[in-house]
């Protein structure tokens, strides 16, 4: 029998989450792999989404998601950004972040339409523009300030591109694009009609006084893009998988078509719960960036004391080391700690479309702080030789 796989399924392995996860169980090891923070999420919102599941409505919600929910969107982004966005037409709840990128590769892309990608990039990207027939067009940026170089950006800009799929705070390179990044990325859009789909998802984790700037509150850009954004981050609820989509409505109807014959609808009682927590007073959003800026800190002191080239992090809850004085690839690195230091981590290597030997290792900070303290002392314990190696590599 032939492959009954597609062949863009049939050449991925499984995504490095769920590899070192497993590992990290098998090992018993501290997890700063997988981006997930280790607390229950806000009381109030997780009270909202229950008594939504038992006093409220269980079946189908709106094809578009729930209108509270949708209202809450548009004014989150009223709030932060001063967008002025349409509820009932420009705003899209899907089933996690992950979805609305898929809806907007599907919807957007035809097949041999080239899109721009930054790498190292979040690991979905490829297969889904991939699966969607369009080609993607990797700049590479390059630690540690993952700098965009304009002249790599119009080198590949041709004639068959047609998205640009930017991830602002960027997973995982902990970077935040600069005002000059965005004006390049802004005039290159306007100059040849592009779509910019912008993975927000970490939005409300930026640090260091600065504050998030969608690209599409630039001058020029809100007809062209795409936000998009995820209550798993904000409100530290991964598993809910609970994201929207917003836009001009031209782009969100097209995302909108996609999604009624993906997912159609999200939880209604999740729904409920975000737009509870969307509403929060700012105090809640200022909170969060500033408990996961102390923990990174906190995980920077440790890593910096043990030796290593700790880059630098303006976002995000990723923060990434330079191994390459440990004589092994990231990979290696990361396999090696998890078997022999019980803890895990992620190397950089699957986030490139053509695996570079890398030498970045990434860690999740979304941590108790004695889980911190914990990865620190396993860390340095291994690295002294207190720890005999548990398993072979
Ligand atoms: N984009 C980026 C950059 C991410 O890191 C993640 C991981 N959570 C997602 C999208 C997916 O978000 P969600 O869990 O809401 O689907
Ligand atoms: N976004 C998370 C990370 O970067 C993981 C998401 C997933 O496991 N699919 O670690």
């Not at 997780?46 to 949708?70: F, H, K, S, T, V």
């Not at 965009?148 to 930017?166: E, I, S």
């Not at 598993?239 to 969100?252: D, E, F, H, T």
């Not at 090696?336 to 986030?351: H, T």
Request: hydrophobic share 45%.
């Amino acid at each position: 029998m032939t492959s009954p796989v597609n062949p863009i399924y049939r050449d991925l392995g499984t995504t490095i989450f769920e590899v070192m996860s497993r590992l990290a169980l098998q090992h018993d090891a501290v997890n700063l792999g997988q981006g997930f923070p280790d607390e229950p999420g806000p009381d109030d919102v997780r009270q909202a989404a229950a008594d939504a599941l038992i006093d409220g409505w269980n079946q189908y919600p709106p094809m578009l998601g729930l209108p509270e929910l949708r209202r809450a969107v548009a004014d989150h982004d009223r709030r932060f950004y001063g967008l002025d966005l349409d509820p009932d037409s420009e705003v899209l709840v899907t089933s996690g972040a992950t979805e609305a990128l898929a809806a907007a590769c599907l919807a957007l892309l035809s097949p041999d339409d080239e899109v721009i990608v930054f790498e190292p990039l979040y690991d979905a990207y490829l297969p889904m523009i991939r699966r969607a027939g369009a080609v993607p067009r990797p700049v590479r940026l390059d630690p540690p300030d993952w700098t965009l170089d304009p002249q790599a950006l119009a080198a590949v800009a041709g004639p068959r591109c047609r998205m640009v799929l930017l991830n602002d705070p960027m997973n995982p390179a902990a970077k935040v694009w600069s005002p000059a990044e965005r004006a390049a990325l802004s005039a290159l859009a306007q100059e040849r009609d592009l779509i910019v789909v912008c993975d927000e998802v970490y939005e409300h984790l930026v640090f260091d006084g600065q504050h998030h700037a969608p690209l599409m509150a630039e001058a020029g850009m809100a007809q062209r893009c795409l936000r998009i954004g995820s209550a798993g981050k904000t409100f530290s609820l991964t598993g809910w998988k609970v994201g929207y989509a917003v836009g001009p409505q031209p782009l969100v109807g097209a995302l909108a078509k996609a999604h009624q014959f993906l997912t159609f609808t999200t939880p209604p009682n999740l729904q409920a719960g975000v737009a509870h927590g969307l509403a929060k007073p700012d105090g809640f959003f200022a909170d969060l960036s500033a408990r996961m800026q102390a923990k990174r800190d906190r995980l920077a002191v440790g890593l910096d004391r043990l030796g290593f080239q700790v880059l630098p992090c303006q976002g995000t809850y990723f923060l990434n080391i330079d191994v390459a004085d440990s004589g092994m690839g990231a990979e290696a690195f990361c396999r090696r700690l998890v078997a022999e230091a019980a803890l895990a981590a992620i190397p950089l290597s699957p986030f490139y479309d053509r695996r570079p030997d890398d030498q970045v290792v990434r860690f999740c900070f979304a941590k108790q702080d004695s889980v911190l303290d914990m990865a620190v002392d396993r860390l340095a314990g291994w690295l002294h030789g207190r720890v005999p190696p548990r398993a072979a590599l």
